[in-house]
């Protein structure tokens, strides 16, 4: 089927359409959503078709909203089973690293429903909670603890879901979990061993002496490792613990001084809170020069494009030229930007 095509005219109507919404802002992007719609119904998609892209922006744009207003707010996800029983060990310390995290100034996201979901909004509170749920023909609505304050949005499609459980925040802690739990949990480790998804901490939270983690590390090494389908360290980037002091630390000393990455061209840049100093740049090319397809790490200030969109200009950087084989190596490359003695 070949592509279908807008003629000037119905271009020049979409124009002065966004101009009588009074869109200002984005106004690109805005146009393309347009005309990827008239595209849809020019080239006779089917019915189904039609339904699962007109629900899935529907939302995405209920999600957007309810996120906007926290968008300064870092939050972290909290993944687990909706089974789980309110006198569970793992009940409690999901209620109880939620807390810990709210108290610190977290939003904590869940998937809205019972069980470790609802021990995690209970653990943050209503206010420091928000929810995305998903509508299924035999599962719970929205948990009591979210709904007091209607920070939450009810999804059909798990992945709408998905994403937003996982685009807004700045760290997730899974605890143990059936079929969905796992779902979460292996995508996250996808998006960061193929660098879809910038580097963010991830912690699997068990009960008091619990092994269902170390069982999952077990088959890890057994036969993932052993039959060459991932690497050795591709693990690495994961803490897994029962203690939830531990699963705060690695939550909160993930940003300590390390603050976002971007890429310009063939150039990874990484923004931090602090001026690291020579011996601190050599050191981490000792370390991890080899993760440099070319050159070296080097100090810099903020490159000629960021300074054009102010982003983050006023923040110290590294750049480095990334061989592209080596970003699951970030994880350990952020860890040890945060344990700088310029860090301290």
């Not at 393309?32 to 078709?49: A, P, V």
């Not at 802690?173 to 979460?184: A, H, K, R, S």
């Not at 809170?273 to 011996?279: K, L, Y």
């Not at 100090?299 to 000629?304: D, F, K």
Request: a negative charge; one cysteine or more; proline letters at 3%.
């Amino acid at each position: 089927m070949t592509d279908a095509t807008l003629t000037d005219e119905l271009r020049q109507e979409l124009t002065a359409l966004l101009d009588q919404a009074g869109v200002r802002i984005e106004r690109g992007l805005v146009a393309r959503l347009l005309q990827t719609s008239l595209r849809l119904g020019m080239e006779s998609t089917d019915r189904l078709d039609l339904k699962i892209a007109s629900a899935a922006l529907s939302e995405m744009r209920d999600a957007f909203r309810l996120f906007q207003p926290f968008h300064h707010v870092p939050k972290v996800t909290v993944f687990g089973s909706a089974r789980t029983r309110h006198d569970d060990p793992l009940y409690v310390q999901a209620r109880d690293v939620a807390a810990e995290l709210a108290d610190d100034g977290w939003m904590v996201v869940t998937g809205a429903g019972p069980g470790i979901m609802q021990a995690a909004a209970e653990g943050a509170g209503s206010k420091m909670s928000l929810g995305v749920s998903i509508r299924l023909p035999f599962e719970e609505r929205a948990n009591t603890i979210i709904e007091q304050d209607a920070q939450v949005v009810s999804m059909k499609y798990f992945f709408t879901r998905k994403l937003m459980l996982m685009k807004e925040s700045r760290g997730f802690i899974c605890l143990p979990g059936g079929f969905g739990t796992m779902d979460e949990m292996f995508e996250l480790l996808t998006l960061q061993q193929t660098g879809k998804a910038e580097p963010m901490p991830i912690v699997l939270l068990d009960a008091k002496g619990g092994a269902f983690w170390h069982g999952l590390k077990t088959f890890v090494d057994d036969h993932l490792v052993s039959s060459g389908v991932i690497s050795p360290h591709d693990l690495d980037r994961v803490l897994i613990t029962d203690s939830v002091e531990a699963a705060v630390d690695d939550i909160t000393s993930f940003w300590r001084n390390y603050d976002s990455l971007r890429w310009v061209g063939d150039r990874l840049v990484l923004r931090l809170v602090h001026e690291p100093t020579d011996a601190d740049v050599e050191s981490l090319n000792e370390r991890f020069g080899s993760m440099c397809a070319e050159g070296r790490i080097e100090r810099s200030e903020a490159l000629e494009v960021e300074r054009a969109d102010g982003d983050a200009v006023e923040l110290p950087r590294l750049v480095m030229n990334l061989e592209q084989r080596a970003v699951g190596s970030l994880y350990a490359l952020i860890r040890a930007i945060n344990d700088l003695p310029s860090a301290v």
